[in-house]
């Protein structure tokens, strides 16, 4: 498989503390990656500074084959590669299907904006289309009903489905999600599940940073184990059942699918 998101000897250090430690990993094209450790492990600062929330000590970081450590993430985003939170971020004054329309960046979005107001033939029938598009998304995550709600007016769970829905309409390259299940309920968690799934069959490849390893299990093609700011193990999660480190890094205890409902 490809390799899309090249992480090589990534290092990040606040005081004396190591964060991230000579990190090493690849994400391939097309698949999706799981990224799992113990609290403290460095995963969610090895995903700061992948998507450029941080800057890296040292280390490289390459996408697509392109150096972005140390770029802006917006410019990150433009490139290709999005990110979502552990809490959903939305326009929260803006309505669900107009958090959607921009969630997909190129160069003729002030051009879309010109059309509402309508300029040109062409401008307006491009509008249309995105319009369309945002809806037909909306349908499929049971969300039409509210595309005139405010997104701020929503429950927690119906905002993490709109940022899914986002996701969708963006198209990125690659998306990394982080702790998409995070008090989330079994029919969400479904529903989750299935647009993540549905993520790589519509041609964006996925990174998951996720304590749920029921669901990590059931999703991914390949998984990262991270303790104490380095990489311990890579494989298909089956394969880390015997894995000593990995086994020690989660005080003896893998947990099956069977002991969560997701």
Do not use: Y
């Given at each position: 498989?490809?390799?899309?998101?090249?992480?090589?000897?990534?290092?990040?250090?606040?005081?004396?503390?190591?964060?991230?430690?000579?990190?090493?990993?690849?994400?391939?094209?097309?698949?999706?990656?799981?990224?799992?450790?113990?609290?403290?492990?460095?995963?969610?600062?090895?995903?700061?500074?992948?998507?450029?929330?941080?800057?890296?000590?040292?280390?490289?970081?390459?996408?697509?084959?392109?150096?972005?450590?140390?770029?802006?993430?917006?410019?990150?985003?433009?490139?290709?590669?999005?990110?979502?939170?552990?809490?959903?971020?939305?326009?929260?004054?803006?309505?669900?299907?107009?958090?959607?329309?921009?969630?997909?960046?190129?160069?003729?979005?002030?051009?879309?904006?010109?059309?509402?107001?309508?300029?040109?033939?062409?401008e307006k029938a491009a509008a249309a289309d995105q319009v369309v598009r945002a809806r037909n998304i909306l349908d499929e995550?049971?969300?039409?009903?509210?595309?005139?709600?405010?997104?701020?007016?929503?429950?927690?769970?119906?905002?993490?489905?709109?940022?899914?829905?986002?996701?969708?309409?963006?198209?990125?390259?690659?998306?990394?999600?982080?702790?998409?299940?995070?008090?989330?309920?079994?029919?969400?968690?479904?529903?989750?599940?299935?647009?993540?799934?549905?993520?790589?069959?519509?041609?964006?490849?996925?990174?998951?940073?996720?304590?749920?390893?029921?669901?990590?299990?059931?999703?991914?093609?390949?998984?990262?184990?991270?303790?104490?700011?380095?990489?311990?193990?890579?494989?298909?999660?089956?394969?880390?059942?015997?894995?000593?480190?990995?086994?020690?890094a989660y005080l003896g205890e893998m947990p099956t699918y069977d002991d969560a409902v997701v």
């Open positions: 498989m490809t390799a899309l998101l090249e992480v090589h000897d990534l290092s990040k250090h606040f005081g004396g503390l190591a964060a991230v430690n000579a990190c090493t990993f690849t994400a391939a094209e097309g698949q999706i990656t799981g990224l799992i450790g113990p609290n403290g492990a460095g995963k969610s600062t090895a995903i700061d500074l992948v998507s450029g929330f941080k800057i890296p000590d040292t280390g490289t970081v390459l996408f697509e084959g392109s150096q972005v450590q140390g770029k802006a993430p917006h410019r990150i985003s433009r490139m290709g590669m999005i990110r979502t939170f552990q809490t959903p971020r939305e326009w929260p004054a803006l309505t669900v299907l107009e958090n959607l329309l921009l969630a997909r960046w190129d160069g003729r979005r002030e051009r879309f904006w010109r059309s509402v107001r309508g300029p040109s033939r062409a995550f049971s969300l039409l009903e509210l595309r005139n709600e405010r997104a701020g007016n929503l429950s927690g769970g119906q905002k993490r489905l709109v940022e899914f829905a986002r996701i969708r309409m963006a198209q990125p390259r690659l998306v990394i999600l982080d702790e998409p299940m995070g008090g989330v309920n079994p029919v969400l968690g479904e529903r989750m599940a299935t647009a993540v799934l549905g993520f790589v069959t519509d041609g964006t490849s996925v990174v998951i940073v996720e304590h749920n390893l029921p669901f990590i299990e059931r999703v991914t093609d390949n998984v990262i184990v991270m303790s104490e700011g380095r990489v311990i193990a890579e494989g298909p999660f089956d394969s880390l059942r015997s894995n000593q480190d990995v086994v020690d």
